[in-house]
């Protein structure tokens, strides 16, 4: 069983479309996250949700909204999709005070915008 | 300011050696865990290791140790009797408590090549 499965792996999609990235995590954690790894590799965080509450919006575009329907889902819509937005994008997932057991990263979406 | 500096770009080693990759970190939190991910090809992140601010010793997983250096803030990933698949980009990370948000913050990476 994946413990934080995203979905689709690759998406491929026309400026100005909006399009969405779907997150799910088994492992009864309460945060997860979304990153942006960029061309050359460096990841930033995007948005992190606690308990359905956003705890994190670093300088995104507002184009850019995460949705959190429960505890175990984070997904994320972009709007008017621009080339600049290409990228791999990371879904993560969290347990207050189980740092040790690090934070669980899903595969990645490669997004490309044509 | 950058929170977490790897240096190390590239890095190659012979196959059954052991290397040690660089990660120095910058906080003012007293409170902050330090963290090790490989990226292999494939794309995924796989998490290695992990160090508490407040960890006496250094942690140990496996092959993976990380060389903890409080007052230098560095945290080096050593890799012993490395193999074909260590072959990697690998990340530093740090993630601070004072601010109540869990985010982490990562390095530039640096890719770790082994040779036959």
């Known amino acids: 069983d994946t413990a934080v499965s995203q979905t689709p792996k690759y998406l491929v999609t026309q400026m100005g479309n909006d399009k969405s990235i779907k997150c799910e995590q088994n492992l009864g954690h309460d945060t997860m996250y979304w990153y942006k790894q960029d061309s050359k590799k460096f990841l930033k965080i995007m948005f992190s949700y606690n308990n359905k509450e956003l705890i994190i919006n670093e300088t995104v575009p507002n184009r850019f909204s995460p949705k959190s329907p429960d505890k175990a889902h984070l997904n994320l819509h972009i709007n008017s999709l621009e080339l600049g937005d290409s990228a791999v994008y990371f879904c993560?997932?969290?347990?207050?005070?189980?740092?040790?057991?690090?934070?669980?990263f899903g595969s990645g979406t490669r997004l490309t915008v044509v | 300011a950058q929170k977490i500096t790897q240096t190390q770009p590239g890095m190659f080693v012979q196959e059954k050696e052991a290397v040690t990759l660089d990660c120095t970190y910058d906080?003012?939190?007293?409170?902050?865990?330090l963290f090790w991910y490989k990226q292999p090809s494939s794309g995924e992140m796989i998490f290695l290791i992990y160090?508490?601010?407040?960890?006496?010793q250094n942690a140990t997983e496996g092959r993976y140790s990380l060389n903890f250096q409080k007052a230098r803030k560095s945290a080096n990933l050593v890799i012993s009797a490395s193999q074909l698949g260590d072959s990697a980009m690998y990340f530093c990370a740090m993630r601070e408590r004072r601010t109540g948000a869990n985010n982490l913050f990562f390095g530039t990476g640096t890719r770790l090549t082994v040779i036959p």
């Open positions: 993560a997932s969290s347990q207050e005070d189980r740092d040790h057991y690090g934070y669980t």
């Open positions: 160090q508490g601010s407040y960890d006496q």
């Open positions: 906080t003012s939190d007293p409170s902050y865990g």
